[in-house]
Structures are given as C-alpha cells and as structure tokens.
C-alpha cells in the first residue's frame, strides 16, 4: 500500500464526519455525509431498531463483517465499510457509490415481454391490473458472484434497490446488516441460477475465503461475530464448496425479502 494511501486512510477515520441528509427510506437510521471531500454513507448504532431475530446492537458489525468477507473474495462486491464515530455515535461507515440510474440489475416486467437473452427468469405474479409480471435479474458474472457472496453471508435482505448497477457494468452490494445468523435466512431476489453448477472462478472464491477464515479473516471477524457464527460461515462455505452448485431455499423463513425492491 502506498503512503498517500495510508493518509486516505487515516483521514477517513480521523477527519470529521459531517452529515449532509439522510435516507429516509431506510429501516434503520441512515445518514449521508462527508469526511473531508468523500462521500460516505453512515448508520450509527444507536439508530438501529430491535429485530426479533438479530441481536441488538450488531448490524452495523455485521456490515463490516460482511465488507472483510467481500475482501476475500477478491470480487469487490462490497464497497469499503468500517466502523468509526459519528455525530451520533460509533457506528457503520461505506464510501458512497454514484450508481447508473439508465441500469436495472433486477427488474420487474410483464411475462410476454420477457427478454430473451442474457436475463434470468425468477417468478411470477400479477400486478394492480391483474397482468402476470415476471421477476427477473441480469445473467452476469457480477451478479453471481453477489449471489455466491450473499449465501456465503447468509444474506436476509438482498432487495433489488441493495444491488447498485454501476457505470461500466460493475455491481455493488449494500445494506448488509442482516447477515451471518447461524440459521438458514437466505432471502433474495437473485434465485435465477437455483441448481447451476458454479464457476471456476466461483469455486476458486470459495477456496480464498475459506483459507482465509483460518488466518488473518478470522481474526478481524472475532471481533465483529460470535463464534457460533463464524463457525455456520465456514459450515456454509465447505457446504457450497462440496455441492458446487447454487442452493435452493432452506428453512422457515420465506425465501424473498418484502419488499422486493
């Protein structure tokens, strides 16, 4: 790493985090704001709402968890997150990501208009005005390598507005609070490749992280997870590992986050 990238660093943690709005659409308080000339968004801990499932007080942990394991993989699915103090407290910093508003990873159409080539069909329903739609996401490396990530991670939320179709055709996921639980809670929207069999290249991911789960990865999550979670992380690993293939839904819970988007 250079040295200007060591002073990025120690600005980012160490300069004022100025907010600027907030994102009212969220669940969770969510704020942006700047750090000197970056733009980050912030979701301090104190914000965050009691879940029936979750323990209090760990999703912003659980973002940077999910950060580290996207470092793993070397597939930059994950945009930079960290934990730092705010205005109102410690809580989860990520850079800012300018997404392209012409793009659409996921997409909801009507069935007749069901495109070809190069689309994955997800599943029906019907409309206001009783017209069958179809979900459907983008047949692309990105994406599955956000699908292979998000079952590693035990992905609860993967709505389609969590997926940031970037210039250039990159995809970025956010929100990744509801990850890691040690039982199945895998709830997305990016089922289209349910039963394929994974990449080389996926595989070889997989093998990256699960080696470095027993070294340098390990250690930074033991301060953001339980034991017991990290532990259903490598299960979940040597699992997809050994099947090679997308999983299908497991458990109670429904296998799509509501809303969809």
């Known amino acids: 790493m250079t040295t200007e990238a060591h002073r990025d660093d120690a600005a980012l943690d160490d300069e004022p985090l100025e907010l600027t709005g907030r994102i009212t659409t969220a669940s969770n308080a969510t704020f942006l704001g700047t750090i000197g000339d970056t733009s980050v968004v912030y979701k301090p801990i104190a914000g965050e709402k ?44 990520q850079l800012w990501q300018e997404a392209d508003p012409e793009q659409d990873a996921v997409d909801l159409v009507l069935a007749e208009e069901m495109p070809d080539d190069g689309w994955c069909h997800v599943f029906d329903g019907h409309d206001e005005e009783d017209r069958v739609v179809s979900l459907i996401h983008e047949d ?43 039982e199945p809670k895998l709830r997305t ?3 289209g490749w349910l039963g394929e069999s994974l990449t080389a290249d996926e595989l070889a991911g997989l093998d990256r992280v699960l080696e470095d789960l027993y070294g340098a990865l390990g ?14 992380l490598a299960a979940r690993i040597e699992a ?17 986050p509501w809303p969809l988007f």
């Open 50 to 93: 009691p879940l029936w499932d979750f323990p209090d007080e760990t999703l912003a942990m659980r973002e940077v968890a999910a950060y580290l394991v996207s470092e793993s993989f070397g597939w930059n699915v994950v945009p930079r997150t960290w934990l730092r103090s705010g205005p109102l407290g410690m809580g989860m910093v």
């Open 240 to 256: 997809l590992r050994s099947t090679a293939v997308f999983p299908a839904p497991t458990g109670h819970m429904p296998a799509f």
């Open 140 to 182: 692309t490396a990105p994406l599955r390598r956000m699908a292979v990530f998000d079952t590693v991670v035990n992905n609860a939320d993967r709505k389609g507005a969590h997926i940031l179709a970037m210039p250039g055709g990159h995809r970025h996921g956010v929100d990744h609070g509801l990850t890691f639980h040690e």
């Open 219 to 232: 250690d930074e999550l033991a301060g953001l997870l339980t034991i017991a979670e990290t532990d259903a």
């Open 189 to 191: 929207v990016l089922w």
